[in-house]
């Protein structure tokens, strides 16, 4: 296993089960990725993503047969705003990633006369976006730009880092259907298809999201898995019908053969690595861009929490018209009971950097606190100055599913599969969230699984 990560332990955990000898070897100190916990102001608390989808079956499912169910969480409030006209207003209800499926629900966020241009809609010519499209130019065409800049743009851009006008519809917005012609006729149809159900919509575990990768690992080393951390895999080479896995520096170069490998890295990475196994697979995935971005957590004295001004909501988003380097805010505290006011500190997060912005981030930890600090004070109405700070920053981290991503990944699955006892998992193909990255690591596990039976068949 090349990658430690969410996806690559899902993997290694999967084939564990099986009865499948897993090494896992990863260049960082410790597995997990971008998925960690670290201490804030006496705090503990994630520096990744932080939540789950839990109508996606895949994270719940791991969580289960770890037997964490217990340590599940709900938020205590999954209300949000976003800043338009220059204040705090509530995001629109029943929006799929910030499209709307009724023009009424716009007011307030919106003026009336965007509200009236969005409405039309409904009415105006065209055609449906078909295979693909950037979905930021076909909102933007049918609903006009307020909608995709003050709702869109600022909802991809929490969870791509990325611009609604260069992310495709059709990777980001997979549940829309693509024969409708009106914008909001097809997120009508999208969120009407939704099952009802009144479970909560996500969840982490009590103490972080960030501790179940050491719950995945500890799982793989009770079932006779090892976990090679600190050294990066710098080449993969073909050996018979097996594998060399050569990692570690120059001067302390070490190999591991292998029957069969997954490749569990960013896609930049795994482009070097299968650059003279599956050239083409290496190819695509080198043109997969990505964003950095960072997060700024900081730890408050319970009293400098405004009670007005943003209480009861999870959190806000920030759209990038206005130019401010924080994109998001999350109220951890308000949002998660296990953060709420423990000893007397309160929590809130800042989200820093889009794609194809990199000043921002270029600056030093003291420049993104302060930029922290200043969105909290001058807009959500903090008061005083944080106890603490943790600057937490993702170089690549979040790959941008450009129009036609979906064909791009089919290609690249379509070279690997050629390659015997070769499989990918990882944020760049099916969907950035924990849920789908656990997917891929388990889709991953299953064809690992076949090969080696086919070889035992022999």
């Known amino acids: 296993m090349v990658g430690g990560g969410i996806a690559g332990l899902a993997a290694a955990h999967a084939m564990c089960r099986d009865g499948v000898a897993v090494t896992v070897i990863d260049a960082g100190r ?21 939540a789950f989808l839990v109508r996606r079956p895949e994270a719940r499912d791991l969580v289960a047969t770890l037997g964490l169910d217990g340590e599940l969480e709900s938020p205590r409030t999954l209300k949000a705003s976003v800043w338009a006209r220059d204040e705090l207003r509530p995001m629109p209800e029943r929006t799929v990633m910030g499209l709307p499926s009724d023009a009424d629900a716009l007011r307030g966020v919106l003026s009336a006369r965007q509200v009236a241009r969005a409405r039309l809609d409904e009415w105006l010519p065209g055609h449906p976006p078909g295979e693909d499209v950037a979905v930021g130019v076909w909102a933007r065409r049918r609903l006009g730009a307020a909608v995709v800049d003050l ?48 479970a909560p919509v996500f969840a982490t575990l009590r103490g972080g999201l960030g501790t179940l990768p050491s719950a995945v690992a500890s799982a793989i080393v009770r079932a006779g898995g090892e976990i090679v951390t600190g050294r990066a895999v710098r080449r993969l080479e073909r050996i018979g019908s097996g594998w060399r ?6 001067n302390d170069e070490r190999v591991l053969d292998a029957d069969a490998v997954v490749v569990a890295v960013p896609a930049s990475a795994a482009g070097r690595l299968l650059s003279t196994i599956a050239p083409a697979a290496a190819s695509e995935l080198s043109a997969v861009e990505s964003a950095s971005m960072a997060i700024v957590t900081t730890a408050w004295h319970a009293s400098d929490l405004p009670p007005a001004k943003v209480n009861g909501i999870s959190g806000y988003l920030v759209p990038a018209a206005y130019g401010r380097p924080v994109k998001a805010v999350t109220l951890s505290s308000q949002k998660w009971a296990h953060l709420s006011g423990a000893d007397g500190v309160v929590v809130a997060r800042c989200s820093i950097g889009r794609h194809g912005e990199v000043a ?10 302060a930029d922290a600090v200043a969105e909290l004070t001058s807009y959500a109405g903090f008061g005083g100055t944080p106890v603490d700070a943790r600057v937490s920053r993702w170089g690549g981290a979040l790959p941008q599913y450009a129009v036609g991503h979906r064909e791009r990944v089919a290609r690249i699955r379509a070279a690997v599969d050629v390659v015997p006892g070769l499989a990918i998992c990882g944020a760049a193909y099916d969907g950035v969230g924990v849920p789908a990255c656990i997917g891929t690591g388990v889709r991953a596990a299953s064809r690992v699984a076949a090969y080696l039976t086919s070889l035992e068949s022999r």
Do not use: C
Not at 160 to 189: I, V
Not at 245 to 250: K, L, Q
Not at 360 to 369: G, I, K, S, Y
């Open 30 to 50: 410790d597995v997990g990725g971008k998925l960690r916990v670290t201490n804030v102001g006496g705090v503990v608390v994630d520096e990744g993503a932080e």
């Open 151 to 198: 709702l869109l743009d600022p909802l991809l851009g929490g969870v791509y880092a990325g611009r609604a006008d260069e992310l495709s519809l059709a990777a980001t917005l997979p549940q829309l259907p693509r024969d409708e012609r009106s914008a909001m006729r097809a997120a009508r149809k999208a969120v009407d298809a939704a099952p009802p159900s009144d």
């Open 245 to 250: 896995v050569v990692h570690g520096p120059t």
């Open 360 to 369: 921002d981030l270029q600056r030093d930890d003291a420049d993104l606190v």
